[in-house]
C-alpha cells in the first residue's frame, strides 16, 4: 500500500476529530487557569469561613491565597513532565485506546467535580487541598493523552499534526476571549467559573465521541493498517539484503534499526534536532509570557476602560489568537523545511523577545530601563512573539515524527511531547530569574 492509494478523508472529518481533540487537550486546563481569580477568592476570609476556621493547622486563608499560583504552578509542571516521560516509555506496553480514552474520562469526570464543588461550600485548607489534587490529575492523565495523541498523528500525513496544534491554540484563545466577556459582564465569579467548567465538560465529551467515531472512518483504517503491516515489510527487506550477501551496511543505519519499534533512544538520535528545537521555542515563550508580558503597564494617559482591558486583550487575546494563526498556516505553507538549516536558525532568534519585553514598561522594576514605553511597541512585539511562536513549534511537531519509519512514528510523537512539556518546566523556572532581573 503507497500513499497514492490512500482513500481521501471525505468531509475532511478526520481531520475535524483531530482539531476537536487538540482543543481538548488544553480547553480544560485553560479554563482552569482562567478561573484562578475564583480560586483565590474562595480562599479569602469571607463567606466560605468561620470565625473557628480563620486559621486551620496553623495555616491562615492569606496565606493559601498568597501561595496559590506557585502551587498551583507546580502540581501543574512537574506531573506533566513526569507523565510525559513515562507515556514515552509506556505507550507500547498499554493499549493506545485505553491511554486516549482512559485519560479523557477521568479528566472528565474531575471538570464534572469542579463544577459540582463551585456550589458546595469548603473551608479554605480542603478547598485548596481538592484543588491542587484535581490540578495533579488532569495534568497527570493530559500528558498521557496529549502525548498518545501526538503519537496517533504521527502514523497520519504530516499535515494532520497541525488540527491539533490549531485545536489546542484556538483552546487558548477561547479561554481569553471568555475572561473578557466575565470582565465586560460583571457576572459573579461563582457563574462564571461554573459556567467555564461546564463548558471544558462539553467539549472533551464530544471529544471522547468523535475519538469513538474516527476507527470507522476509510482515511483513518487505511493508515492504520498501513503502519501495522510496514513492520514486517521492512523485515523481510532486511533478510533479502542479508541473503544477497551485501557487503556495506545501508548507509546512517542503526542497529536499532532491525527491531521492529526500534528503542526510545535509538528513535530520539534521529529526531533530536526537532525535540531540541521544540522545547527551546516553549523555554523562551514561558519564559516571557505570561511572567514578564503580564506586568507590562500601559501608557496611554487616562486610558480608562483600556486600563483594565490592556492586559486581557493586548497580552493575553492577542497571544491566543496569533499562536492559533501561526499554528494554522502550518495547514497550506511548510517552510522551512524539515532538513532545512533555517529552522533551528529562527527557532534560535526568538530569544531576542525576553530582553524586548524586558525593555517595555514592566513595573515595578529596579534595574533595567525603559525603552519601548508605547503600547504599540509591546503590541507589535506580542504579535510577532505570539505567531513565530505557533507556526515554529507547529512545523516541529510536524515534522518531528516524519523522520523515522512510520512504525517509530507514535514513539517520536511522544518523544516530541516530553520535549515540549519540559521546555514548558524549564520556561517556568526560568521566567522567575528573567522577571528578578528587570
Not at 495555616?59 to 516521560?85: G, Q, Y
Not at 495533579?136 to 498521557?144: D, L, M
Not at 467548567?197 to 464530544?206: D, G, M, Q, S, Y
Request: hydrophobic residues 55%; charged residues 10%; neutral net charge.
Amino acid at each position: 500500500m503507497t500513499a497514492a492509494n490512500a482513500p481521501r478523508d471525505k468531509y475532511h472529518a478526520v481531520w475535524i476529530i483531530f482539531f476537536i481533540m487538540g482543543l481538548a487537550t488544553l480547553l480544560p486546563w485553560n479554563f482552569f487557569m482562567t478561573a484562578t481569580m475564583y480560586f483565590t477568592s474562595r480562599l479569602k476570609d469571607g463567606p466560605h469561613t468561620d470565625g473557628a476556621n480563620q486559621t486551620l493547622n496553623g495555616i491562615s486563608p492569606s496565606v493559601l491565597e498568597a501561595k496559590f499560583n506557585n502551587v498551583m504552578t507546580l502540581c501543574a509542571m512537574v506531573p506533566l513532565l513526569i507523565f510525559t516521560c513515562l507515556n514515552s516509555f509506556i505507550h507500547q506496553r498499554i493499549p493506545q485506546k485505553l491511554r486516549i480514552s482512559g485519560s479523557m474520562v477521568v479528566i472528565l469526570v474531575v471538570f464534572l467535580l469542579t463544577a459540582i464543588f463551585v456550589k458546595v461550600d469548603l473551608a479554605p485548607l480542603p478547598f485548596f487541598t481538592l484543588t491542587m489534587i484535581k490540578i495533579v490529575c488532569i495534568n497527570s492523565f493530559g500528558a498521557v493523552f496529549q502525548g498518545s495523541l501526538f503519537g496517533l498523528a504521527g502514523i497520519l500525513p504530516a499535515s494532520y499534526t497541525t488540527p491539533i496544534m490549531s485545536g489546542q491554540g484556538l483552546a487558548g484563545a477561547f479561554a481569553a476571549f471568555s475572561m473578557i466577556c466575565a470582565l465586560a459582564s460583571g457576572s459573579a465569579l461563582q457563574d462564571s467559573a461554573f459556567g467555564y467548567f461546564i463548558t471544558a465538560c462539553v467539549v472533551i465529551l464530544l471529544a471522547i465521541v468523535s475519538y469513538v467515531a474516527l476507527p470507522r472512518l476509510e482515511f483513518f483504517q487505511y493508515y492504520m493498517e498501513t503502519n501495522r503491516s510496514r513492520p514486517a515489510d521492512e523485515e523481510n527487506k532486511m533478510d533479502l539484503l542479508k541473503k544477497e550477501g551485501s557487503p556495506e551496511k545501508l548507509p546512517g543505519a542503526a542497529p536499532a534499526e532491525d527491531e521492529a519499534g526500534g528503542s526510545v533512544f535509538s528513535i530520539f538520535k534521529k529526531i533530536w534536532p526537532m525535540a531540541l528545537s521544540v522545547c527551546f521555542i516553549f523555554t523562551v515563550t514561558i519564559g516571557a509570557f505570561p511572567a514578564v508580558t503580564v506586568e507590562v503597564k500601559s501608557t496611554v494617559a487616562g486610558g480608562g476602560a483600556w486600563d483594565m482591558y490592556f492586559i486581557p486583550v493586548a497580552c493575553f487575546l492577542l497571544f491566543n489568537l496569533m499562536d492559533w494563526a501561526g499554528r494554522s498556516l502550518t495547514a497550506v505553507c511548510m517552510w522551512p523545511g524539515k532538513d532545512s538549516v533555517w529552522l533551528p536558525v529562527l527557532v534560535g532568534l526568538r530569544l531576542i523577545f525576553v530582553p524586548l519585553f524586558m525593555l517595555c514598561n514592566v513595573q515595578p522594576r529596579h534595574y533595567l530601563p525603559v525603552h519601548f514605553a508605547h503600547d504599540a511597541w509591546y503590541i507589535i512585539f506580542m504579535i510577532v512573539f505570539s505567531f513565530s511562536n505557533g507556526y515554529l513549534a507547529c512545523l516541529c511537531m510536524c515534522f518531528g515524527p516524519k523522520k523515522v519509519p512510520p512504525h517509530e512514528a507514535e514513539t517520536a510523537g511522544a518523544i516530541m511531547v516530553f520535549f515540549l512539556s519540559l521546555g514548558l518546566a524549564l520556561g517556568a523556572a526560568t521566567s522567575f530569574a528573567f522577571r528578578a532581573m528587570i
